[in-house]
């Protein structure tokens, strides 16, 4: 079982940034794909970026690319997710989660039911 805290969400202005972070439990958490999510009130889960284990590759969803940056420090047990150049259409709660299947030649996961664990969301909010 793999817990997972998310922190560094908040209420920022259009064009600011801010950076979360995705504390793990794992004492294996460099075996886990990480990612991150994020919904909106009254929309689905929306995928957003995943990491490969060694942090080497990372996969971006097309709303966010350029503007975001997923990273991972295996020492620490943490994933942290740089959101920069926000807008109001990126408010939502964001969830990291953990998964544990390998796969094979450059595919990441980008669907819910990929991944194994999630945390409980961090709001991020941003005013125009």
């Known amino acids: 079982q793999v817990q997972l805290v998310e922190s560094g969400g908040g209420l920022v202005q259009a064009g600011g940034s801010l950076r979360l972070s995705c504390a793990a439990s794992?004492?294996?958490?460099?075996?886990?794909?990480m990612g991150w999510f994020r919904q909106a009130p009254g929309k689905v889960r929306e995928f957003v970026a995943a990491?490969?284990?060694?942090?080497?590759?990372?996969y971006y969803a097309d709303s966010v690319k350029g503007r975001f940056t997923i990273s991972r420090d295996n020492a620490k047990n943490t994933v942290y997710l740089q959101m920069n150049s926000l807008k109001p259409e990126d408010t939502a709660v964001y969830y990291c989660?953990?998964?544990?299947?390998?796969?094979?030649?450059?595919?990441?996961?980008?669907?819910?039911?990929?991944?194994?664990?999630w945390g409980q969301g961090t709001q991020v909010t941003v005013s125009s």
């Open positions: 989660a953990a998964d544990s299947t390998y796969y094979s030649g450059s595919y990441y996961p980008d669907r819910l039911y990929e991944y194994d664990f």
């Open positions: 794992a004492r294996t958490f460099s075996s886990y794909v």
């Open positions: 990491i490969s284990r060694s942090g080497g590759n990372t």
